[in-house]
């Protein structure tokens, strides 16, 4: 059983690619999410320490966070929240808390975003269950090279559709 969490914080690292031995694309970067709270006796805020945590994405996640994201960036990140147990040559023990990014998006309380959807030439890759449904797509389904800032035709985006696309 796998634990999600969300969490509100700052890129704390410049974002990292990589990839598995096996070819798939990766990211990692340091999270830190900040605990503030009022202090009734001055009105101010107080700061009740600093989270820390390791993001890992991997894939199309992976590959967008690498083009989006910077060092000082805030963002949302939700994931599956993982602990690791460390032990150094000198003896030292730690623990890691790291998570598996599942989806990661800008904190819009300090700034504005513009979404770009990208438009995916490949077969997607097969899900975790290992059996993939997915049809390589046609010539019908792909965004033309130069047209990234046009919706991809997925039915969601067209307005002319009298039916809903679900």
Do not use: C
């Not at 438009?119 to 899900?127: I, T």
């Amino acid at each position: 059983m796998a634990d999600n969490i969300t969490v509100v914080g700052n890129i704390a690292s410049s974002p990292e690619s990589g990839r598995t031995p096996t070819g798939i694309e990766t990211l990692t970067f340091r999270l830190a999410s900040n605990n503030r709270r009022p202090d009734p006796k001055t009105g101010g805020w107080i700061d009740a320490g600093t989270n820390w945590f390791t993001v890992h994405a991997y894939r199309w996640l992976a590959e967008n966070a690498l083009a989006s994201l910077s060092k000082g960036d805030s963002v949302i990140v939700t994931g599956r929240l993982k602990l690791r147990e460390w032990e150094s040559k000198e003896g030292k023990r730690g623990m890691a808390v790291e998570i598996e990014a599942e989806s990661i998006g800008a904190d819009l309380r300090w700034g504005r975003s513009t979404f770009q959807r990208v438009s995916r030439q490949a077969v997607p890759e097969p899900s975790s269950f290992g059996a993939s449904t997915a049809q390589e797509p046609t010539g019908s389904e792909s965004v033309p090279v130069g047209a990234a800032d046009q919706p991809a035709p997925d039915g969601w985006a067209l307005a002319s559709e009298a039916e809903t696309p679900y």
